[in-house]
């Protein structure tokens, strides 16, 4: 799921969001107003710069939320309004933080702009809003850009979580700090930028910022040296789907089909076909070894390689991501 940000044309961008949360695409028009008087574009740079970042390190417990697959539930966090707290799944692929509408009455909000979302209902226009009132222990989000999505969206979103997922917290939360999971521990963590653990040394590589979607990718290689941009999506529940345009799974595509498996979204169904990874893909310390299981799928039009999903955050001791030193670490889990 991705959230633009534009200022007087409307846009739309498909999501493989992959297996098995659904995707919705959202394209907004900032209208003018005393936040952007002069509709001036407002990209999400410029957004992310207006959510002030953690001033002390906070420790979440992280909960896990049923996924339609039993090994890859995603993972979710407890999340406090006025009213009580509130359910959010993870999600670094979502642009934005998506909440259900019952939500609404608990938050105080400021409006930004108009969004349009494209689904199995067809166009809806909806707004785009400011909050202060979500926090997590001391931390306060504030100016988080938020949406509301009717009850029954949302429900059709998460449908395979079966529980009440009250939204989605977005790749906004990487604006908040440096962020780790603790995977075999179930936490996260948020720590200021000013604390970060991470160093520039041959044990992390670049946290690639892609702009237009508010998304975050890091480069990996194979052992034959061919290069790919894949991105970080907690929002997915098998560890690594490859995108059928792209030159790294065209090469996967070389052998023969092992299977294929489900694809749902909220505009409908589609199968993604299995192969056998017939070479490696590595990086500091994360390895998807040769003879591993690859999902490719020939419906995304991303101009990434492919994802990486929530498996590999639930089974690394630490992920650390920071956004402002634009690096991210893995603890070695290769072998």
Partial sequence: MKVLLM???????????????????????????????????SSWPQMNQRMPPAQEEVQIRLEKIPSGVKESPYAGIRVLTRNGSI??????????????????????????SKTRID????????????????????????????????????????????????????ATLLSRGEIEFRGPEGEL?????????????????????????????IPLRTETGQGSRLLLDTGTNVELILDEQRPLARRVMTTRPVGTRNYDSISGSHQVRLFTLPFS????GVTFPAGGIVCVDSQGNEPLDGIIGIPLFWRTPRIL???QAELVTFTDISG
């Fill in 7 to 41: 200022s007087d044309r409307r846009i739309s961008s498909r999501s493989f969001n992959f297996l098995y949360l659904p995707f919705i695409v959202v394209a907004v028009a900032i209208s003018g107003g005393c936040e952007f008087p002069r509709r001036q574009s």
């Fill in 321 to 323: 991501l920071n956004r």
């Fill in 189 to 217: 963590v948020i720590r200021p930028f000013d604390r970060s653990k991470i160093k520039a040394d041959d044990r992390s590589m670049p946290l690639i910022f892609i702009p237009k979607t508010n998304a975050y990718a």
């Fill in 281 to 284: 893909i590595n990086g500091p």
């Fill in 87 to 112: 359910l959010l799944l993870v999600d670094t692929g979502t642009s934005t933080t998506l909440l259900r509408e019952s939500i609404r009455p608990s938050l105080k909000l400021s409006k930004l």
């Fill in 119 to 170: 689904g199995s209902n067809g166009d809806e226009t909806q707004s785009l809003y400011s909050t202060s009132s979500l926090r997590v222990g001391p931390l306060e989000f504030t100016n988080e850009t938020v949406a509301f999505l009717p009850d029954d969206q949302m429900d059709r979103l998460t449908r395979k979580s079966g529980r009440g997922v009250d939204g989605i917290l977005g």
